[in-house]
């Protein structure tokens, strides 16, 4: 056999379905076999990979064991002659594998080898060759000179910055995504370390193909899309850590002990930056809008009280009630806004618009029940939640506008879309967006009705996209090639625009905002158990049946036909670790679902609904939840949980 890939998939069903498509167009009429290890997958990819994907040879792990012993797995059971270790957010052409393998048969000194990586956006990746991590090496990348010389032989040497990307080199390390080698190669060198769970194993595999002897070489005769970012988050403080701590344990396994020990400070010094900068950064984001809205209720509630206490009646606002109506403004309207999702990213005007008419109407309907010494004047505390319910948006408005992305839009942008497909795939795509609840204006680019070449029509689509101001572009994988597609995104790639790939089989839309974001994707059928706001609902109405259980112990405790088990479930639901409803167990495809918290009753509890077909019940209940159901639910299912019959 003349290749083995191997994949390791961790939570990226969409991608690994994408991937493997493009692998099969990519190994036909070569002697290959394919491998995906799953890492105890919970989001349905192994279901996806027996029922799309039959002719993969499919590992089902128990436990995440990490990169580097999933892939050594697959290696032990591989037959080819060349290995190749591939990530499941890729995509490859068709001629990508036949084209490395001719390299490598005509370089005998070559252990192993990597391609041209691009990310969603058509933009060079610049991890697809890099320099060996010595102390000085990392040391200008982690200060950022890397960023002022991105072409010094010297202080790009991370990214090798001075060989040109568009050039076959020799180079010293290559990437874990695509790491094609020779299995002779390995024998000598050895597999991958064990001991680097994630990060850092392939540096320090390409090193070992090095000192075995062998070159690693960067080949730019085929490219690839690497929506980097989606297999693990890579802008998270987790990641930082995770990285580091393997590059520290690379240096004191290849390094002489003086030099290790210089690197490893110089890493613990960056972890620590790093995790700093990241908790101030995340801090701020978290905290600066309600800090706003405060200000601005704040604003409004004392310009109220100063000019009714000052123009209008000529008495002051009592200065005792002055803190705590205030305080009581802010909570009510910040808790409002939060409940409603006005914090949730991406931030979105009318969520803040529900929460603060909310918040007015809460605040007015409580007034009404304070005691007779606390209620001065009704007009102020109406006057004061309208001002406060308009001024909050408008705030959020200016401040969109003045500072950005980070706080809010005067409203949501409309994403104009293009499609690149035949009108037959183009309804099949538009039934994709329309399901998925995608918004905006969508075109189309027919390349099979125009009879011109391929840069002709390509200069006809950037003209298209260059008038009609166009935000997303759609590829048909099913009417245009991977290299095709590829080869349009790196010619588009300075128009920019965010670009999403429709596979020939499959029910959603796959790509990437940057190099610096996940991979993003739109699938159909978006279960609203999954939406944030909803899962804050969700565990508000726990906590508080769980509070409300608790609190009646003495009216439920003669009649339970299970005391114990009930108050101890009545613990867990304070602590978040049971829901009061949740679905229903025989399900054989619940990993497809949303992740939920076992429960102690399910819809079908309270609901006529048929238990023989557990998983449309769960679908539904998912695809269709909301707070009020859940609450009909419990109280339909009241008498039962009383008694303990669940």
């Avoid at 597999?191 to 320090?204: N, R």
């Avoid at 706080?407 to 329309?434: C, G």
Wanted: net charge positive.
């Amino acid at each position: 056999m003349k290749l083995s890939i191997i994949i390791v998939s961790y939570n990226v069903k969409h991608f690994l379905d994408q991937c493997l498509q493009t692998v099969q167009a990519a190994t036909a009429g070569l002697d290959a076999e394919v491998f995906v290890v799953d890492n105890l997958s919970g989001d349905g990819s192994c279901e996806m990979v027996r029922e799309k994907h039959p002719w993969v040879n499919l590992i089902e792990n128990k436990q995440n064991t990490g990169f580097a012993v999933a892939n050594n797995q697959a290696i032990q059971l591989s037959k080819g002659e060349y290995i190749l270790l591939l990530n499941p957010d890729t995509l490859v052409q068709e001629q990508t594998f036949s084209k490395c393998i001719d390299f490598m048969d005509s370089h005998p000194d070559a252990g192993a080898m990597g391609v041209k990586m691009i990310d969603g956006k058509g933009n060079y990746l610049p991890e697809s060759k890099r320099g060996l991590p010595t102390p000085a090496v990392a040391f200008y990348k982690i200060s950022g000179i890397i960023k002022l010389r991105p072409r010094s032989a010297r202080f790009a040497k991370y990214y090798m910055g001075h060989l040109p990307a568009d050039k076959t080199n020799e180079v010293e390390i290559l990437a874990g995504a695509f790491m094609f080698m020779r299995m002779k190669t390995l024998n000598i060198a050895g597999l991958l370390d064990e001991d680097f769970f994630m990060y850092g194993e392939d540096i320090d595999l390409s090193y070992r193909i090095l000192k075995a002897g062998y070159k690693n070489y960067y080949f730019a005769e085929t490219s690839i899309i690497h929506y980097k970012g989606e297999s693990t988050k890579k802008g998270s403080i987790n990641y930082v850590m995770v990285f580091y701590k393997a590059m520290i344990l690379f240096a004191q396994k290849h390094f002489s002990s003086g030099d290790a020990q210089l690197y490893t400070s110089a890493i613990r010094f960056a972890i620590y930056l790093r995790a700093l900068i990241s908790l101030i950064k995340r801090g701020l984001t978290k905290i600066i809008l309600p800090l706003l809205d405060s200000l601005t209720a704040s604003i409004g509630y004392l310009t109220i009280t100063h000019v009714w206490g000052s123009n209008m009646k000529g008495v002051p606002f009592p200065t005792n009630l002055t803190n705590p109506f205030l305080a009581g403004i802010i909570i009510i309207f910040l808790l409002s806004i939060f409940l409603s999702g006005g914090y949730d990213r991406p931030l979105r005007l009318n969520k803040v618009w529900k929460g603060v008419v909310i918040a007015a109407i809460t605040i007015l309907l409580f007034y009404n029940f304070l005691p007779e010494k606390f209620r001065f004047s009704r007009a102020i505390i109406a006057s004061s939640a309208t001002i406060i319910l308009l001024l909050i948006p408008t705030m959020r408005i200016v401040a969109g506008k003045i500072l950005g992305k980070g706080f809010i839009p005067l409203k949501p942008k409309k994403i104009k879309k293009i499609i690149v497909a035949d009108t037959n795939e183009t309804d099949r795509i538009n039934k994709l967006l329309e399901l998925s609840g995608a918004q905006g204006e969508v075109s189309q680019f027919n390349p099979t009705q125009i009879n011109y070449n391929f840069d002709q029509q390509l200069l006809i689509l950037k003209e298209k996209i260059r008038v009609q101001k166009i935000d997303e572009v759609i590829f048909s994988a099913n009417d245009l090639s991977t290299t095709d597609i590829i080869t349009l995104m790196l010619q588009l790639s300075s128009l920019n625009c965010d670009f999403k790939i429709a596979p020939t089989k499959g029910l959603s839309l796959i790509g990437s905002n940057s190099i610096e974001t996940a991979g993003d994707l739109y699938t159909i059928g978006q279960e609203t158990l999954a939406s944030t706001t909803n899962r804050r609902l969700k565990r508000i109405i726990d906590f508080s049946f769980g509070l409300f259980f608790l609190s009646t112990i003495p009216l439920w405790l003669p009649v339970n036909k299970k005391p114990k088990t009930f108050l101890f479930r009545i613990l867990k639901l304070l602590i978040g670790k049971e829901t009061v409803v949740g679905y229903l167990h025989n399900d054989p495809q619940l990993k497809l679902l949303p992740n939920l918290k076992h429960g102690i009753i399910s819809p079908s509890n309270a609901l006529s609904i048929n238990t023989e077909n557990a998983h449309t019940t769960n679908l539904m209940y998912a695809k269709n939840y909301t707070a009020a159901g859940d609450i009909l639910i419990i109280l339909k299912s009241f008498p039962n949980l009383i008694k303990g019959n669940f």
